[in-house]
């Protein structure tokens, strides 16, 4: 499945460069995620909780920083688990475009080629990106607050604060699930005569 996304943030693209190259900095704000361990300088082990549905599935894998171009502010990532409790698995090669947005905003473009096997692979790709676009917002919102709220503290100025909210972010992601549910049911219900 390949996924395109877009999101703004009220930072310049260099700055906010650096800060997507800190896993252990920015996997708080993505539902679900938790760092587990460091195995180098751009390689870390985690679990990712995703639930769609009735369905709840635990992934343990990496996620590795391939490529990081400074000159065309683009990253490039791969991240991998498998099942924690099952046969499945998941595989995302992601990269992200950053441009200047007005005087100090960044716009950041997000392509994710994701090959899923197991239970999660029975939902449709129109849920699955739904559900990713949901989920986009939602880091796109916590990663702006937290910027903004330590802004101005001097040298940690770029940090996110690092925190793991594992239970919170289930339920995260469960109540992005109810949301594009109910946003589909009520377009279903418009569209009939």
């Given at each position: 499945?390949?996924?395109?996304?877009?999101?703004?943030?009220?930072?310049?693209?260099?700055?906010?460069?650096?800060?997507?190259?800190?896993?252990?900095?920015?996997?708080?704000?993505?539902?679900?995620?938790?760092?587990?361990?460091?195995?180098?300088?751009?390689?870390?082990?985690?679990?990712?909780?995703?639930?769609?549905?009735?369905?709840?599935?635990?992934?343990?894998?990496?996620?590795?920083?391939?490529?990081?171009?400074?000159?065309?502010?683009?990253?490039?990532?791969?991240?991998?688990?498998?099942?924690?409790?099952?046969?499945?698995?998941?595989?995302?090669?992601?990269?992200?475009?950053?441009?200047?947005?007005?005087?100090?905003?960044?716009?950041?473009?997000?392509?994710?080629?994701?090959?899923?096997?197991?239970?999660?692979?029975?939902?449709?790709?129109?849920?699955?990106?739904?559900?990713?676009?949901?989920?986009?917002?939602?880091?796109?919102?916590?990663?702006?607050?937290?910027?903004?709220?330590?802004?101005?503290?001097?040298?940690?100025?770029?940090?996110?604060?690092?925190?793991?909210?594992?239970?919170?972010?289930?339920?995260?992601?469960?109540?992005?699930?109810?949301?594009?549910?109910?946003?589909?049911?009520?377009?279903?219900?418009r569209t009939r005569p």
């Amino acid at each position: 499945m390949k996924f395109e996304n877009h999101f703004l943030v009220e930072m310049p693209p260099d700055r906010l460069f650096a800060v997507l190259q800190d896993f252990e900095q920015i996997a708080p704000c993505l539902p679900g995620a938790v760092i587990t361990g460091k195995v180098d300088a751009r390689t870390y082990n985690g679990n990712v909780t995703v639930s769609l549905g009735p369905i709840t599935v635990t992934y343990r894998g990496t996620a590795q920083l391939l490529d990081a171009n400074a000159a065309l502010r683009q990253l490039t990532l791969r991240c991998q688990g498998r099942e924690t409790r099952g046969p499945g698995s998941a595989t995302a090669t992601i990269t992200v475009d950053l441009s200047p947005q007005g005087e100090m905003g960044a716009s950041a473009i997000i392509r994710s080629d994701v090959t899923v096997t197991g239970k999660v692979a029975q939902f449709g790709v129109s849920l699955m990106h739904d559900v990713a676009d949901q989920i986009l917002e939602q880091f796109t919102r916590c990663l702006g607050s937290r910027l903004a709220t330590h802004a101005g503290n001097g040298p940690q100025q770029d940090s996110v604060p690092s925190s793991s909210h594992a239970g919170h972010s289930r339920l995260g992601i469960l109540g992005l699930i109810v949301k594009v549910l109910w946003s589909r049911l009520r377009g279903q219900m418009r569209t009939r005569p």
